[in-house]
């Protein structure tokens, strides 16, 4: 792997980030996202984004709908998207609700959102 362009963004929600979003994938080959505030049947708004990139996500809200109805804004949310010229050689390690793991090539990243459950 010659070069990995990499950048980190807190979206404080999908509608809100979306516009500097869709300016980084014209410019990164891996994303780090927190905070998009999805669920996971909303991970389509992600995977639509932009058909350059395999997308990684986790939802922080899953639970919440799971148990009740939303009370309060959104919250939490990671996700890695990866361009697709890499795709030969990323692997999905391991998610959690505030963190995933992928190895590229030989490069091992974490993303890690700030909320804690």
Request: a negative charge; one cysteine or more.
């Amino acid at each position: 792997m010659a070069h990995l362009s990499l950048v980190s963004y807190n979206l404080h929600g999908f509608n809100h980030g979306l516009p500097m979003l869709r300016e980084l994938t014209n410019h990164f080959d891996v994303i780090c996202v927190q905070e998009h505030w999805l669920s996971t049947p909303q991970f389509d708004r992600l995977d639509s984004l932009s058909s350059d990139f395999v997308n990684f996500n986790k939802s922080a809200m899953d639970h919440i709908y799971a148990a009740d109805v939303l009370h309060g804004r959104p919250f939490g949310g990671t996700s890695i998207m990866v361009h697709r010229r890499f795709a030969s050689c990323v692997k999905h390690l391991t998610y959690e609700t505030n963190f995933i793991i992928v190895k590229i090539c030989d490069v091992i990243l974490v993303n890690v959102s700030s909320l804690l459950l």
